[in-house]
């Protein structure tokens, strides 16, 4: 009896979720869920998976090695969530060994998919700063079988891998200067991997009250190179109609960060 109950809370753990109330400090101001929060909501859920899964969050650090995330993409079609509980599912996948994609559903009150992400993720040697193949153990417990996938699971999992890509000009971009605060470092003493989309995003809200029309409906960001806590972060913003793109540099001029969003009208 124990062995088979092992298999299936296993089966199980192959796929995760977990429920949240959303919070005051989730929503802009107009109760629509900010991009931001949502990242870090996933986040956590997925930090609780891999708890789940046996590997603690310090599991990686005692053998030299750390996640490093490396692309974020978001699709996401309800955001009016204030106050409502929603669920996000996640499971990942490995690509040969040397990263994994972590998916997420996101679901209402009523059960009903109103989004889906993808968190690309390498690990790295700390002493040598390299992408070392993922351990082992981390392949085996989070293998999943991709036919054993629900519909909703087989959608999430069929979001596009390629970022969007827009036909820009230089001499179009918007410059915004913003300084690294204390809060935005975290415990890598790197800016966190969210400052980027709130430093993108807040560069908008100089232009013609973009924020107070459009509602973020997709968000695709690629990390490149971290910055550290000094000096500030310089983010050029093009915006095309209803899609917008940004670069975040350094205060040495260093490219840390490619976002691309699109943007959906706010109900008036």
Known sequence: FLEVYTERYNKMLKTYSENYIVDFRDVDRYYDIKIPQLLEIMGT?????????????????????????????????????YAQTIKIETFAVDRKGMYFIRYFGIYDKDDKLIGRAA????????????????????????????????????YIYDMPEKPLRLEKRQDDFIQT??????????????????????????????HEDFLKKYKVSHLSITYKKETGEDGDIICKTYIDNLRTYHEIYSSDNSLLTVLEFKWAERPQ
């Open 119 to 154: 968190a690309k993720w390498v690990v790295i040697n700390t002493t040598q700063r390299k992408i070392v193949k993922l351990p082992q153990e981390i392949l085996e417990a989070a293998k999943i079988n991709i036919e054993e996938l629900n519909e909703n699971q087989k």
């Open 45 to 81: 859920v997925s930090t609780k998976h891999t708890n789940e899964l046996g590997f603690d969050p310090f599991y990686l650090i005692r053998q030299g090695l750390a996640w490093i995330l490396y692309e974020w993409k978001v699709d996401i079609e309800k955001t009016k969530l």
């Open 177 to 206: 200067i913003f300084p690294i605060r204390f809060y935005d470092i975290d415990s890598n003493h790197h800016a966190n991997n969210v400052k980027y989309v709130d430093w993108a995003i807040e560069s908008l809200h100089q």
